[in-house]
């Protein structure tokens, strides 16, 4: 089964929170939990980071092949989820009106908004935390749910 269960979240979340305990650099905290989802959820050709810039997204440390370097502001599933301040899940990528195909191997994608303050979108954007697979509908609420609490396990660790 493809879909990643809440204690298998329970697992990821603790592993991330040691792996980056103690660590407060943003980069290297955002390739250690690039990688360690990249290689700890199945189905996924893409993952993560595009940081704020400016008025932009910029491609931060991920795990994946070459992607876009700057997504604008609301351009895309990136820019929509940015723009809004909340998580986008989407099915089908194809059919996201202004979807930027990176890669076109990637058919659903989810994106979750980074703060300054874990969790709290009245506080300043960071950037975003992107996956992609090439399955569609790969990413379900419980996905949703256990990747935004590793979102705020790496906020925190930023202000450790």
Same mark, same amino acid.
């Given at each position: 089964?493809?879909?990643?269960?809440? $204690?298998?979240?329970?697992?990821?979340?603790?592993?991330?929170? !040691?792996?980056?305990? *103690?660590?407060?650099?943003?980069?290297?905290?955002? !390739?250690?939990?690039?990688? +360690?989802?990249?290689?700890?959820?199945? &189905? +996924?050709?893409?993952?993560?980071?595009?940081?704020? =810039? *400016?008025?932009?997204?910029?491609?931060?440390?991920? $795990?994946?092949?070459? !992607?876009?370097? =700057?997504?604008?502001?609301?351009?895309?599933?990136?820019?929509?989820?940015? $723009?809004?301040?909340?998580?986008?899940?989407?099915?089908?990528?194809?059919?996201?009106? *202004?979807?930027?195909?990176?890669?076109?191997?990637?058919?659903?994608?989810?994106?979750?908004?980074?703060? &300054?303050?874990?969790? &709290?979108?009245?506080?300043?954007?960071?950037?975003? +935390?992107?996956?992609?697979?090439?399955?569609?509908?790969?990413?379900?609420?419980?996905?949703?749910?256990?990747?935004?609490?590793? !979102?705020?396990?790496?906020?925190?660790? +930023?202000?450790?």
């Amino acid at each position: 089964m493809h879909t990643h269960s809440a $204690q298998g979240y329970d697992e990821l979340a603790q592993a991330l929170a !040691a792996l980056l305990d *103690g660590e407060r650099d943003l980069i290297a905290n955002a !390739a250690n939990t690039a990688a +360690l989802i990249y290689h700890s959820l199945p &189905d +996924l050709n893409w993952a993560g980071f595009y940081l704020l =810039r *400016g008025d932009e997204l910029v491609l931060g440390p991920f $795990q994946g092949k070459t !992607a876009c370097v =700057r997504i604008a502001m609301g351009r895309g599933v990136c820019g929509t989820a940015a $723009q809004r301040r909340e998580t986008v899940l989407v099915e089908d990528v194809h059919a996201f009106p *202004g979807h930027i195909a990176c890669d076109s191997a990637s058919n659903s994608e989810i994106v979750i908004p980074l703060f &300054d303050v874990a969790g &709290d979108p009245r506080s300043a954007l960071l950037g975003v +935390l992107d996956l992609d697979s090439p399955e569609h509908a790969r990413f379900t609420a419980e996905d949703q749910r256990g990747l935004e609490r590793l !979102a705020r396990i790496f906020e925190r660790s +930023l202000r450790a």
